[in-house]
């Protein structure tokens, strides 16, 4: 699993998110452990998904299903 430095958030599914600037790519950790790597993502998503207030609403409202995606672990 590549570097991305990855951050806590407050959300009864998701357990961390994390971003790589230069290539745009989310991603995020489970509360399950499972990781996944969202691809063609702009960083202003990323600050409003860590900035919502209901993060894992905003995870499945406008990311999945939206972003191609890749399971990392």
Do not use: P
């Not at 590549?2 to 994390?18: A, D, F, H, L, P």
């Not at 399950?32 to 409202?61: H, P, W």
């Amino acid at each position: 699993m590549s570097e991305i430095k990855m951050e806590k958030v407050v959300s009864s599914n998701i357990y961390e998110v994390g971003y790589d600037k230069e290539k745009q790519v989310l991603r995020v950790k489970f509360t399950n452990q499972t990781v996944y790597d969202y691809f063609g993502v702009q960083i202003e998503t990323y600050r409003q998904l860590k900035a919502s207030a209901s993060v894992g609403k905003f995870f499945r409202q406008l990311i999945k299903g939206v972003y191609a995606f890749k399971k990392v672990w």
